[in-house]
């Protein structure tokens, strides 16, 4: 009798932790694009007074605090060649990004160093657009999605609880 109280104690915890879970990687996708938000302005800043190559550019930008948020900023810095589609994604491979955030990113990216510098600060004030309205759509999902799966996840396992004893 008491396996069977730890056995629906433990269904109903995992059963919680996971709508938590999944509520939680909603708001990391939020902060990895408020953080990449602000990684586009500061090359844009550092493309329009430094005028320097587009890797110091792109590492600097990577040196900066609000870095912290985007997972795939170690890998960033090893890159010393062209930035082309290839390596991009293998930069954004497990970066946890949805499918239209990876492809914004990679066209950024692989846009960068194309063209001379009015065209490398239109490029940036684009994306930067472009993902501002991306962070929108994801703080929306993040507050309606986040609260139905932890509220799922709560009433879920309420009834298997309830189910089971």
């Known amino acids: 009798m008491v396996l069977k109280y730890i056995g629906v104690i433990a269904l109903a915890a995992s059963a919680v932790l996971s709508g938590f879970y999944f509520s939680n990687s909603l708001n990391k996708r939020v902060a990895m694009l408020s953080a990449m938000l602000l990684f586009i302005e500061d090359v844009s800043v550092q ?16 040196s900066m605090t609000f870095s912290k948020d985007l997972p795939f900023k170690n890998k960033l810095c090893e890159i010393d060649e062209e930035l082309n ?25 692989c846009g960068l160093g194309k063209s001379d510098i009015l065209g490398q600060l239109s490029h940036c004030e684009m994306y930067a657009k472009l993902l501002s309205e991306q962070v929108k759509i994801a ?27």
């Open 85 to 109: 589609e290839a390596s991009v994604n293998q930069i954004l491979y497990e970066s946890g990004v949805t499918e239209d955030d990876q492809k914004l990113i990679c066209e950024f990216f």
């Open 47 to 62: 493309i329009r007074y430094k005028q320097a190559d587009i890797f110091w550019v792109l590492k600097h930008a990577v």
């Open 139 to 165: 703080k929306f999902e993040a507050d309606d999605k986040g609260r139905l799966y932890r509220a799922l996840s709560l009433f879920g396992s309420a009834a298997v609880v309830i189910l089971l004893i």
